[in-house]
């Protein structure tokens, strides 16, 4: 099983719809997917359709009150469970982190008898919750919003994934994916330019997220835009791309994997 882990320095980056979206698209090639949500204001479960931030989730499993299966959410998708974050109070959020480093681990190796792939979205910041997280997780993704200032967090995350190395920790940096880039706009292409010549070729994702209003009408109806209508808006299509660009990055491979090209005619 891969634990990956979204997060980032700078809020309001898309983070919470990157997570949900490419956990749908993870399922939808085939990959047992886990969506937890470790951010105590409960981003996953606030963006879904029915109530789901009000049941018992994460939390409540640290505590050990109930099972991993018992407060997983099973969703149309055979391969995709949700596992919200459960009633966190304001009192409970200063011993978020230490709940998370001391049960985390058990819950992972839970996880791991029924799932490929374990995504988790975070709350921002790379310390607190966050760096619990990172210390459990395989690899990091991280949303770069296609703005000046989110160019400015891209060194405070090299440094939490350089000093987190140097502890022991063997988590990988999966790679930066640009996130509400308007490529009509020259002020957001300057940025996804910089990020481009500024960091390694490899660290960055050909797939982007562009800016669109498909994301806002689908968070409106509590759905993935993936889901917005039988038809999904052209979008969507982006977060199968960064499944794919993912898949060899994060070593998730098939027995039955084939490369040879598939005829159209029989």
């Known amino acids: 099983m891969v634990v990956l882990a979204i997060a980032g320095q700078k809020g309001g980056v898309g983070k919470t719809t990157v997570a949900l979206n490419l956990s749908l698209a993870m399922a939808s090639r085939g990959w047992r997917t886990l969506l937890i949500d470790t951010d105590p204001q409960g981003a996953i479960g606030r963006s879904l359709q029915g109530g789901v931030h009000e049941r018992s989730g994460l939390a409540e499993c640290l505590k050990g009150e109930v099972s991993l299966g018992e407060a997983a959410l099973q969703t149309r998708r055979e391969e995709l469970a949700v596992l919200p974050v459960g009633q966190v ?9 230490p709940e998370l480093d001391r049960a985390l681990a058990g819950l992972l ?50 440094e939490a994934v350089g000093q987190l190395r140097e502890e022991g920790v063997p988590l990988v940096l999966a790679g930066f994916l640009l996130t509400m880039l308007q490529s009509r706009q020259d002020f957001s292409l300057a940025v996804a330019q910089e990020a481009w010549s500024s960091l390694p070729a ?65």
């Open 109 to 158: 190796a839970v996880a791991a008898g029924h799932f490929d792939l374990v995504v988790v979205d975070t709350m921002s910041g790379m310390s607190g919750p966050t760096q619990a997280v990172l210390r459990h997780a395989d690899f990091l993704l991280v949303p770069l919003q296609a703005e000046p200032l989110a160019l400015r967090s891209m060194h405070q995350v090299l």
């Open 89 to 97: 109070s304001v009192r409970e959020m200063d011993n978020w982190k």
């Open 202 to 266: 490899h660290l960055v994702l050909e797939a982007f997220v562009p800016r669109d209003a498909a994301f806002l009408e689908s968070s409106g109806h509590g759905v993935p835009v993936g889901l917005l209508r039988k038809r999904p808006p052209a979008v969507a299509m982006v977060f199968d791309q960064i499944a794919g660009e993912l898949e060899p990055r994060l070593g998730l491979t098939s027995e039955d994997d084939e490369d040879a090209p598939i005829p159209l005619l029989d």
